[in-house]
């Protein structure tokens, strides 16, 4: 009986976090070379794409203080811009809040290599995996962009109710094999 019990309420509580959105998704992202920079976009939150289709860009924060040139008064923020195939690919990092220089002067890394966006620059899908870029004004310097999706929450209760259904019906199985044995 209490077996039955707790089989309703775990049916009951998968249901509720099915029914919420799952549509948000959070990357991470962790550049490596001659420079070093980590952070997080939430696809959920709007993007700025151009109408052309040519790159969507992001305000972002994160670790990007082992980047040459970035101000550290600026909250370890900065806009990135990912190309589409139409440019080519590559992304670019702007020290975005920086008002003591220019705005065309906030360039801190620009990177030709494969596009890690697909579909409308309004709305992109990123790649997951690990990316070769080098530095466009400066070849010789060469970077790895490891693009990895982390899980939201609802995806990691409903695996961890799976699990538990799993050790539950083990259990029950278990109980059944020694019973028939004696």
């Known amino acids: 009986m209490k077996l039955k019990n707790w089989s309703a309420a775990a049916m009951a509580l998968a249901a509720a976090m099915t029914a919420t959105s799952a549509t948000a ?10 420079h070093r920079a980590v952070w997080t976009i939430d696809t959920d939150q709007p993007t700025d794409g151009y ?4 790159s969507s860009y992001y305000i972002v924060e994160g670790n990007f203080s082992d980047l040459p040139g970035f101000s550290a008064k600026t909250n370890n923020a900065a806009l990135i811009e990912f190309y ?4 080519d690919g590559g992304f670019y990092i702007e020290d975005y809040y920086n008002t003591t220089v220019d705005v ?8 030709n290599g494969p596009s890690v966006i697909t579909g409308p620059s309004i709305a992109p899908t990123f790649l997951t995996g690990s990316f070769v870029f080098t530095n466009k004004y400066n070849s010789a310097e060469k970077y790895s962009l490891l693009i990895t999706a982390i899980p939201e929450p609802a995806s990691w209760a409903m695996m961890l109710i799976g699990f538990g259904a799993i050790g ?3 259990r029950r199985r278990a109980k059944g094999a020694v019973t028939l044995l004696a």
């Open 84 to 87: 589409t195939d139409k440019l």
């Open 104 to 111: 065309d002067d906030r360039a801190i890394l620009t990177t």
């Open 168 to 170: 539950v019906t083990m």
């Open 25 to 34: 998704t959070v990357f991470s992202f962790e550049l490596n070379g001659a």
């Open 51 to 54: 109408a052309d289709g040519e």
